[in-house]
Each structure stands twice: as C-alpha cells, then as structure tokens.
C-alpha cells in the first residue's frame, strides 16, 4: 500500500480521491485550508490511515510548517488537487486582474513550490509520481473563449509539469498533469457529463499504472494522452 498527499481534499475530487484511496487500504494525508469546517472530510477520520491536515498551498508559512511535519515520511504519490477557477470577471473587456494573479498562485506557482519541497519525501518511495489536476481547457491545441485566468494558469501548469518531469527523469520520479473531465462538483456544475466517483475511479487507474515512460505527458481521466 502507498502513502498519498492529496491536497484541496475538503470536496468535489479531492475528497473523492481521499475517499477511494482509503477504500484501497492506503495511507491519505489530506489536506485543506480549514479541517474544521471540512464536515465530510472529517467523517472519514475514522479510517486509521487518514491523516487530516491545514494546509494552505499558497501561504508559504503554512507550506513550511507541513513539510515540516511530514519529516522523513516516505511519500508515494503527490497530488496537487486544489485549484480555483477564478472571478466570475474573466472575459476580454471585463478581467478581474487581481483575481487572475490569485489564479496563477493558486493553480500554477503551489503546485510547482510543494512538488519542490516535497522532493526528498517522494526520492525515498520505489515509484514516485508527482499529479496535477489539471484541465483540457488549458491545452493549447483547444480553441475557446472567455475563462481567461482559468485557461492560463492550467496552461501554465502543464508547461510546469513537463519541464518537472524532464529534469526529474534521471531520479525516478514521475511527473504529469492529469484532466479529470467535466465533473458534477462545485465548480464544473449539475450539466457537468461525469459524477466524481467515475472522474476519480478512472484518475487512480491512471495514476497506478503510469510508468517513467509516460513520465511528462497529458492524461485523461480514462487514459487517453492528450494534446498539449
């Protein structure tokens, strides 16, 4: 059994992936902002194996005082789960500029800066994998409109992953961000085509079987490599 980091685990996906790992018999370190008002987060304390910890990924204080705590922990699996989609104010003559900037820290700068940190932790594990959630909507080969902020920073993202994956290739460690479709949770909506339980189901079997081959590529939820 493995040792996964999951963060933004309080709903939506990462308290799914929380939920199907524990299923699996792993050990979960979920995290989230505020464990005290993550009412269905905290229901799974029950599970000997879960550990539910604060973390805010863009506080720097908070980023240091869990890897902190993490110490000599082997960690098998890191997956940077939380995101924000951003103001509603994303459109060509209506940005939310301060909010784009938020949406870069949140989804592109944390991710990279607890992958860094957490080095040490995931060189001690027999096949490490470094996971972004992602999104298809930040790939460039996708024509869109609008969502602006959102498609950047997840564009970003991936550029950050593979450029990870390249320099981490000559020490084991797997890199990749990951789509996990449109999902019905808080922020993909009721018309989304996926309930969480099958985005996450299928995210897992992914992340299990990736390889150091498939180190540094852009993977669906249900396996297909997807276009930069």
Request: net charge negative; hydrophobic share 40%; with cysteine.
């Amino acid at each position: 059994m493995e040792t996964i980091i999951i963060t933004g685990a309080n709903r939506g996906i990462g308290l799914e992936l929380t939920r199907q790992y524990l299923q699996a018999n792993n050990t979960v370190i979920a995290t989230c902002r505020n464990p005290s008002s993550a009412t269905d987060l905290v229901t799974l304390t029950s599970n000997p194996n879960l550990q539910v910890v604060q973390l805010d990924v863009t506080d720097r204080q908070s980023v240091d005082a869990f890897c902190a705590s993490i110490k000599d922990k082997v960690i098998d699996v890191l997956l940077n789960n939380a995101g924000v989609k951003g103001s509603a104010q994303q459109g060509l003559n209506d940005m939310d500029a301060e909010s784009w900037l938020a949406a870069f820290n949140t989804n592109t700068i944390a991710p990279f800066m607890l992958s860094s940190m957490l080095l040490k932790n995931l060189k001690l594990a027999d096949r490490p994998r470094i996971i972004s959630v992602s999104s298809y909507m930040g790939s460039i080969s996708r024509p869109g409109t609008g969502l602006y902020a959102y498609r950047s920073s997840k564009a970003a993202l991936n550029k950050v992953m593979q450029v990870m994956a390249n320099e981490l290739l000559a020490e084991g460690v797997i890199a990749c961000p990951v789509h996990p479709g449109w999902v019905r949770t808080d922020m993909g909506g009721s018309d989304a085509d996926l309930s969480v339980e099958q985005s996450v189901e299928g995210l897992i079997a992914v992340i299990d079987k990736l390889s150091m081959a498939q180190s540094g590529r852009f993977w669906n939820w249900d396996g297909e490599e997807l276009p930069w």
